[in-house]
């Protein structure tokens, strides 16, 4: 205060920044974005605009939801959003990060039904049943085009070891996850 009176500031961009911002990705890979609208839009409510800015991508939307194809596969991403009105841009929204899919196959195979047009292989993971939790397991890759294949001691089995195995399916993108870890015991009931 000065001289007894008040000095006041005026604003006249948004007076806050989106709230309950959420993501998801579909099918196709596709980033939906989607926020609660500002409460202080400070302006003509008609003009406002949203201003998204993933990682070193900006872009200005109408408001959510919005829809963004083709993102960068496996990689950790940065998202803020902030409104826009004809006297300038607003608060930015908290960063929030997340990891983007990885463009592989989604659902792990079993290992009953391995068939698919869109995969390249298949990757066998194996190891001892006792061997500790924090021992990495061994693998051999199976081409996709292969209808069978016999793991034994030629990909490193020992006779008269019990062994637990999972499996996954690679595209032309990435390997997917895992399938459930299957016993011997459980292999040789199917």
Sequence with gaps: MKNGQGVYHLMIQPGDAPTNITWTFDENDSL??????????????????????LSNFVD?????PVRIPQVPYNV??????????????G??????TFLTPHGGPRNAPSLTS??????????????????????PWQYVQVNANR???????????EEDSHY???????????????????????????
Excluded: C
């Design 32 to 53: 939906f974005i989607d926020w609660s609208r500002i409460r202080y839009p400070n302006g003509n409510v008609v003009s406002i605009t949203y201003i998204l800015y």
């Design 60 to 64: 200005r939307v109408s408001g959510p």
């Design 76 to 89: 950790n991403v940065t998202l803020q959003i902030s409104a826009e009105n004809e006297w300038g841009e």
């Design 91 to 96: 608060e930015k929204s908290d960063p929030i």
């Design 114 to 135: 391995l068939l698919s047009k869109d995969m390249k292989g298949y990757t066998i993971y194996f190891k001892k049943n006792h061997d500790a939790e924090d021992q």
């Design 147 to 157: 209808t069978r294949f016999t793991i034994d001691e030629s990909v490193g089995l």
């Design 164 to 190: 637990k195995m999972k499996i996954s399916a690679t595209n032309e993108r990435h390997e997917g996850p895992a399938s459930e870890v299957y016993t011997r015991d459980e292999i040789h009931e199917m």
